[in-house]
């Protein structure tokens, strides 16, 4: 069992610079760390370690079997050759590990060469894998039958009850051996001598269950460090963060744009923010300054700097007018050329030009308005709402 793992823990530490090494690649190209392969190889270890477990029960069983036959020198040697061969079946599934990596090299030069149709494997690697996997799969039914095998006979030789007691005698003894516990008349040995309200202290081992997950645990940590810091084929905590506060800002930013582009005459608000008002600036100079004035001073149309407004001089009737116009008057509508946004922006540019006094000012046309006082009609660069003064 230990040799079982200890193969499994070389091959995947091995692996990645074998399979590196042979494709002619830098570590980052590794088809380990695909998906798929990945997926492959938790099979085969999954596989191999039951079948070490299966072959451990098998022995046990074997052992137990062969006790009970009369001449001590046929049980030995008996007992012997099925140790023998499920040992010899072991070692053929553990020979495939290094197969496969030397097989790694085959493949990585052929997916050089050709594009393959399984993931990152080339077509030869896929169908090794798979045969190994198979074969794990035939030693597991093997080492099955041949323990339904060894069933039956104690069935024969000792009867219903023996079986039964046969079949519990293996799972105990896996139960035994994963915690390794000490017998009762070993206890003056182990003890150290602090007794504690009755509760002795005792030199016992770790359970082996514990110490495998502790190598398991260092064989993690082997191959995070290479993925994240060797190879690097993976982002870091602070780099994987960073990713995500990247994509939620060009996620924010599309919903704003999204969101302001549903503004209307009745949410909305005015716009303080630079670029807001330069991108006004520019629609207004485009599309507005040959009836108001470069400076919103007045041509055709009325003065747009002074306190006397012809339709309402909030923000929300600024922005109906451009919307909509007035036809009648000479103002078209502009709804179907601006977008709601950049209407919101002219709309905000005029009301920031308010008081301007440019030169050749158009006389005054309308009504007075005024602006309420603490009325919140406006809203900076980040979207929060400010009083206008």
Same mark, same amino acid.
């Given at each position: 069992?230990?040799?079982?793992?200890?193969?499994?823990?070389?091959?995947?530490?091995?692996?990645?610079?074998?399979?590196?090494?042979?494709?002619?690649?830098?570590?980052?190209?590794?088809?380990?760390?695909?998906?798929?392969?990945?997926?492959?190889?938790?099979?085969?270890?999954?596989?191999?370690?039951?079948?070490?477990?299966?072959?451990?029960?098998?022995?046990?069983?074997? +052992?137990?079997?062969?006790?009970?036959?009369?001449?001590?020198?046929?049980?030995?040697?008996?007992?012997? +050759?099925?140790?023998?061969?499920?040992?010899?079946?072991?070692?053929?599934?553990?020979?495939?590990?290094?197969?496969?990596?030397?097989?790694?090299?085959?493949? &990585?030069?052929? &997916?050089?060469?050709?594009?393959?149709?399984?993931?990152?494997?080339?077509?030869?690697?896929?169908?090794?894998?798979?045969?190994?996997?198979?074969?794990?799969?035939?030693?597991?039914?093997?080492?099955?039958?041949?323990?339904?095998?060894?069933?039956?006979?104690?069935?024969?030789?000792?009867?219903?009850?023996?079986?039964?007691?046969?079949?519990?005698?293996?799972?105990?003894?896996?139960?035994?051996?994963?915690?390794?516990?000490?017998?009762?008349?070993?206890?003056?040995?182990?003890?150290?001598?602090?007794?504690?309200?009755?509760?002795?202290?005792?030199?016992?081992?770790?359970?082996?269950?514990?110490?495998?997950?502790?190598?398991?645990?260092?064989?993690?940590?082997?191959?995070?460090?290479?993925?994240?810091?060797?190879?690097?084929?993976?982002?870091?905590?602070?780099?994987?963060?960073?990713?995500?506060?990247?994509?939620?800002?060009?996620?924010?930013?599309?919903?704003?744009?999204?969101?302001?582009?549903?503004?209307?005459?009745?949410?909305?608000?005015?716009?303080?923010?630079?670029?807001?008002?330069?991108?006004?600036?520019?629609?207004?100079?485009?599309?507005? &300054?040959?009836?108001?004035?470069?400076?919103?001073?007045?041509?055709?149309?009325?003065?747009?700097?002074?306190?006397?407004?012809?339709?309402?001089?909030?923000?929300?009737?600024?922005?109906?007018?451009?919307?909509?116009?007035?036809?009648?008057?000479?103002?078209?509508?502009?709804?179907?050329?601006?977008?709601?946004?950049?209407?919101?922006?002219?709309?905000?540019?005029?009301?920031?030009?308010?008081?301007?006094?440019?030169?050749? +000012?158009?006389?005054?046309? +309308?009504?007075?308005?005024?602006?309420?006082?603490?009325?919140?009609?406006?809203?900076?660069?980040?979207?929060?709402?400010?009083?206008?003064?």
């Amino acid at each position: 069992m230990r040799k079982a793992v200890a193969a499994l823990t070389a091959f995947l530490l091995t692996a990645p610079f074998v399979m590196a090494e042979g494709g002619g690649h830098a570590p980052v190209e590794s088809s380990l760390y695909d998906p798929f392969v990945v997926t492959m190889i938790v099979i085969m270890a999954i596989l191999l370690l039951a079948i070490g477990l299966l072959a451990n029960v098998v022995i046990g069983a074997a +052992g137990y079997y062969y006790k009970k036959q009369k001449d001590t020198e046929q049980q030995t040697a008996a007992g012997s +050759g099925g140790v023998i061969k499920a040992l010899s079946i072991i070692a053929l599934v553990l020979m495939a590990a290094p197969s496969f990596a030397q097989g790694g090299e085959a493949a &990585a030069t052929a &997916a050089a060469q050709t594009t393959s149709s399984y993931g990152a494997l080339s077509e030869t690697t896929f169908y090794f894998m798979v045969s190994v996997i198979a074969l794990e799969l035939l030693v597991v039914f093997v080492l099955l039958y041949q323990l339904r095998v060894f069933l039956g006979k104690t069935r024969t030789k000792e009867g219903v009850a023996g079986a039964k007691e046969f079949k519990l005698k293996p799972a105990i003894s896996v139960w035994h051996k994963l915690n390794k516990f000490k017998p009762i008349e070993q206890e003056a040995d182990l003890d150290l001598g602090h007794d504690y309200d009755g509760i002795r202290e005792l030199d016992n081992r770790l359970p082996p269950w514990w110490l495998y997950g502790f190598y398991i645990s260092i064989l993690a940590a082997g191959i995070y460090i290479w993925r994240y810091h060797i190879a690097q084929t993976a982002p870091l905590s602070k780099e994987e963060y960073q990713i995500a506060m990247n994509e939620a800002e060009v996620q924010k930013a599309a919903y704003l744009k999204k969101s302001a582009n549903n503004v209307d005459e009745s949410t909305i608000k005015k716009l303080t923010a630079a670029a807001d008002l330069e991108a006004g600036q520019k629609v207004f100079s485009q599309n507005c &300054a040959a009836c108001h004035g470069k400076a919103g001073e007045g041509i055709v149309g009325p003065n747009l700097t002074d306190d006397y407004w012809l339709h309402g001089g909030g923000i929300k009737d600024v922005f109906k007018t451009i919307k909509y116009g007035w036809p009648e008057k000479g103002m078209r509508s502009w709804k179907d050329d601006l977008s709601p946004m950049q209407i919101a922006q002219v709309a905000s540019y005029i009301k920031s030009i308010h008081g301007s006094n440019p030169p050749n +000012g158009k006389p005054k046309q +309308g009504d007075l308005y005024q602006e309420e006082v603490g009325k919140t009609d406006s809203v900076s660069n980040k979207g929060t709402e400010v009083s206008k003064n």
